[in-house]
Nanobody, 122 residues
Framework: QVQLVESGGGLVQAGGSLRLSCAAS????????TGWYRQAPGKQRELVAV???????TYADSVKGRFTISRDNAKNTVYLQMNSLKPEDTAVYYC????????????????WGQGTQVTVSS
C-alpha cells in the first residue's frame, strides 16, 4: 500500500519561495498521474501540477511560470518548487497519485498525503 508524506510547508511572505516534498513508501511514478493539489478555505480542491505516465506535465493556469514540479525516481519523491508566491496561493497542499483502468474509464487507485499548510502573507 502506497503512503505519501508531504513536508516543506510553512509561512512565507509574498514574493518568497517554498519547496514542497512528497516522499512515497513505494514507487509512484508507475501511476498514471502523480502530482499536487491544493485546497484553500472555502474553496474546492484544485489541481496544481501533475506528471502523467507518458511524461507530460500539466500546470494550473494560476501557477504557470511560478511553480515547477519535479521528481527524484531513486528517492520516490516528488517536489513542488513554488516561487513568486502570492497570498492567493495560501492553501493546504496535498500530494496525490492516481491509477486508472486501461480504458481510463475509472480510477482504480487514488492515494493522498496528509497535506501540508502553505500560508503566504502580504
Amino acid at each position: 500500500q502506497v503512503q505519501l508524506v508531504e513536508s516543506g510547508g510553512g509561512l512565507v511572505q509574498a514574493g518568497g519561495s517554498l519547496r514542497l516534498s512528497c516522499a512515497a513508501s513505494g514507487s509512484i511514478f508507475s501511476m498514471n498521474a502523480t502530482g499536487w493539489y491544493r485546497q484553500a478555505p472555502g474553496k474546492q480542491r484544485e489541481l496544481v501540477a501533475v506528471f502523467t505516465s507518458t511524461g507530460s506535465i500539466t500546470y494550473a493556469d494560476s501557477v504557470k511560470g511560478r511553480f515547477t514540479i519535479s521528481r527524484d525516481n531513486a528517492k520516490n519523491t516528488v517536489y513542488l518548487q513554488m516561487n513568486s508566491l502570492k497570498p492567493e496561493d495560501t492553501a493546504v497542499y496535498y500530494c496525490n497519485a492516481k491509477a486508472y483502468s486501461v480504458s481510463y474509464s475509472r480510477v482504480t487507485y487514488n492515494y493522498w498525503g496528509q497535506g501540508t499548510q502553505v500560508t503566504v502573507s502580504s
